[in-house]
């Protein structure tokens, strides 16, 4: 498994933007599919975004198509999660995860997990 490390949450006013970034470990952090997935209170843990080992192919939950962008650079072992437009429905904790394949879209599909950082949106 690959240590996470999550950061760049915080508190913003809806139409504001926020860049998460999650810091792997391994070297061998280039092998990984990387998700985003958030989990509001009393909620199911759900799928953002999700990218490929090598950053050619990426998908978008419905809710954030448009607005989010998921990028990685495999030199600095990390994933970014750009999010633009932020609703106050986005309000939730976000946790990058790691996996053996992109098109996994459950927490199942996943191996490795940050400990999360909250994202708030106030109206």
């Known amino acids: 498994q690959v240590q996470l490390v999550e950061s760049g949450g915080g508190l913003v006013q809806a139409g504001g933007s926020l860049r998460l970034s999650c810091a792997a470990s391994e070297r061998t952090f280039s092998s990984y599919a990387m998700g985003w997935f958030r989990q509001a209170p009393g909620k199911e843990r759900d799928i953002v975004a999700r990218i490929n080992d090598n950053g050619a192919y990426t998908a978008y939950a419905d809710s954030v198509k448009g607005r989010f962008t998921i990028s990685r650079d495999n030199a600095k072992n990390t994933v970014y999660l750009q999010m633009n437009g932020l609703k106050p429905e986005d309000t939730a904790v976000y946790y990058c995860?790691?996996?053996?394949?992109?098109?996994?879209?459950?927490?199942?599909?996943?191996?490795?997990w940050g400990q999360g950082t909250q994202v708030t949106v106030s109206s």
């Open positions: 995860a790691a996996g053996p394949s992109v098109h996994g879209t459950q927490p199942a599909h996943f191996d490795s």
